[in-house]
């Protein structure tokens, strides 16, 4: 029997335990950085009846408002480090050091999971209320930045060593130097905590300036995470592994080595004193690193085809990037909702994030149309075989956004800590199987000129 302060409702053939009003206080108190400690059945709950809006209440058109700026900069974003790329592969330090290629899709995996863990959970801490004492502020501020200094100077490591160990497998006739593994180490530490700080900063400013304006974090934080957090990255890694190249007879690749390796037990005791994200010190790895190697999935599958069809590295990471934001929107409002006590109104916000993603979608083929990018046949089967495409794995994303939320949620984990790099691993797979799934059918039945070898014919 529950106790005498709860009431016990029916929602959607699921009984719940939804505290009182009186008891409202306690629920918001619940952990919010590992397991929780409530031993009820909770997906979802009914927000007690408040005179006053709460402003986490789905409003779709403020949701639109707030979102479609964040996504357009999101498509920019991705657009840029597209390019980016495409100026760098040609840089002598990504000729000779061929495990800079590999290490690329999976420190910007791992880094966009970081950064998007972070923009969720402080968005939460936002809508809790968390960020309008200066006190708990500041603690949360400094406490989470150092978390993500930690948690940068090891996810780096592990994509360095990952790529040089990954390269040494698939290319067993190009032998790797010692020199060249710690320069391919090094860049990866150093880009991952530079970039760590510069986007954990600029994510908490944004945050207590949306709360400050009155705009739902849960709707600009993610996407924005992860559009700048590619860009800033990969320019950050190409100019350190090119110094580190140039002073590869020196000792400064294994000098920035052991001051990056002796900097985690100094951001470490930072976290560890800090009462606010202590728990998140050993919590929260292993998706991080399971969504690591589910993405690698999607790597090897774009190597196996980005030769064999042109302009699917261009259209890849748009793909992969716009669904798994709109997806991480979605999750991350459920958990806020889930923290508050409230009941997100699904349907609702579900068919606003899909129809969004037309007008983006739209945008993003008319600027590969006017603008020639990847040296596509942009032909009218191909624009909706590509849209339909977008459209299947953008529903996809906020189904698993949703169940995934909510199963966390059910076995007591934090989804702000947990949802995202599993959401976002599985739908990179996703979207890279199903592009070239299009390729391959536009190709075969002579809709589009897609493959490379035809261009040079």
Partial sequence: MPPNNYNLVQTESIELLVPGEHHLEDQHKRSRHGRSNSTTSFIHFRAPQQKEEDPTVTNVSKLASQALPSLLICVIGLIVAGWMMDIYQHWEVFEQVSELFILVPVLLNLKGNLEMNLAARFSTSANM?????????????????????????????????????????????????????????????????????????????????????????????????????????????????????????????????????????????????????????????????????????????????????????????????????????????????????????????????????????LLFLVIVWFLEIGHLDFTFAFALSYFLVAMICTFLALKMGKSMTLAFWKYKYDPDNYVLPYLTAIIDVICTSLLVVAFAWLSANGYASLEAEKQDN
């Avoid at 390796?261 to 929260?284: K, M, T």
């Avoid at 997100?344 to 983006?360: D, T």
Wanted: net charge negative; aromatic share 6%; hydrophobic share 50%.
């Fill in 129 to 361: 209320g968390d960020l309008d004492h200066p006190e708990t502020r500041n603690a949360l501020v400094w406490g989470n930045l150092a978390l993500i200094q930690v948690q940068a100077l090891i996810a780096g490591s592990i994509a360095g060593i990952f790529s040089v160990i990954l390269g040494a497998i698939l290319h067993p006739e190009e032998v790797i130097t010692i020199s060249e593994s710690v320069l391919v180490i090094a860049s990866s530490m150093v880009s991952a905590t530079v970039s760590s700080f510069v986007l954990g900063l600029f994510m908490c400013v944004l945050i207590i300036l949306s709360r400050i304006l009155k705009i739902d974090p849960d709707n600009i934080a993610c996407p924005m995470a992860s559009s700048l957090g590619d860009v800033v990255t990969l320019g950050i890694l190409a100019g350190c592994a090119n110094l580190l190249l140039v002073n590869i007879e020196t000792q400064l690749s294994t000098f920035l080595l052991l001051i990056m390796f002796g900097s985690i037990p100094f951001f470490g005791i930072s976290v560890w004193r800090n009462p606010h994200v202590r728990s998140l010190l050993f919590s929260g790895w292993t998706p991080i690193i399971v969504a690591m190697l589910i993405s690698s999935g999607a790597g090897l599958v774009l190597e196996r085809y980005v030769e064999q069809f042109k302009g699917l590295a261009m259209l890849t990471p748009i793909l992969c990037g716009l669904a798994g934001n709109l997806g991480s929107i979605y999750a991350s409002r459920i958990s806020t909702c889930l923290h508050k006590g409230m009941q997100e109104q699904f349907k609702k916000v579900e068919n606003a994030l899909l129809l969004m993603n037309v007008p983006v979608q």
